[in-house]
C-alpha cells in the first residue's frame, strides 16, 4: 500500500505461508507504474533477513525495516516525525468492514480474490474521495 493506506497488490496465499515468503510476489503485483528513482518500503521485522533485504533492493526500492518499539522511539525523540506503521494496520482494519471477507466461506481462490480486488477499489475510491453508490 502507499503511503495513505491505498492497497497496491494483493497476492492470496494459505493461512499457514509466512507474510515474507510472499514478499517477491507481492513486490511484482503492484497494480499502478511507479515513478522513476528509487522509493521507500517500509516493512517491520519480519522482513530483515538477507533474502528480504537482496529481494527490495532488487526491485530498486530503499528498505526500512524497524523493530516494534523502535519507530515509537523515534518519535519520542523527534516529534515532528511521522508515524509509519499505521497505515498498513488501518488499510486492514477497512478491509476487515467488508464482512464479507472477514471469514473465507468462497472455496475457489479466484473469487475470493475478486472479492478483495472490489475491495481494495472501494478503499481507493473512498481515499480519493469519490463517491460510488
Not at 55 to 80: F, L, M, S
Not at 120 to 128: E, L, V
Amino acid at each position: 500500500m502507499d503511503g495513505r493506506g491505498v492497497p497496491l497488490s494483493i497476492v492470496v496465499t494459505g493461512a499457514h505461508r509466512h507474510d515474507v515468503s510472499q514478499l517477491e510476489r507481492v513486490l511484482d503485483a503492484i497494480v499502478i507504474d511507479r515513478p522513476k528513482g528509487r522509493q521507500h518500503l517500509c516493512a517491520d521485522k519480519g522482513y530483515s533477513g538477507e533474502p528480504a533485504q537482496q529481494a527490495i533492493k532488487e526491485r530498486n526500492y530503499i528498505p526500512h525495516v524497524k523493530q516494534r518499539g523502535q519507530e515509537i522511539q523515534e518519535k519520542k525523540t523527534n516529534p515532528r516525525r511521522k508515524a509509519r506503521r499505521w497505515v498498513v494496520e488501518v488499510t486492514h482494519s477497512w478491509f476487515n468492514r467488508f464482512r464479507k471477507l472477514l471469514v473465507r466461506y468462497e472455496k475457489l481462490t479466484e473469487t475470493y480474490e475478486a472479492l478483495l480486488h472490489m475491495a481494495a477499489a472501494m478503499i481507493a475510491f473512498r481515499k480519493a474521495g469519490v463517491n460510488y453508490g
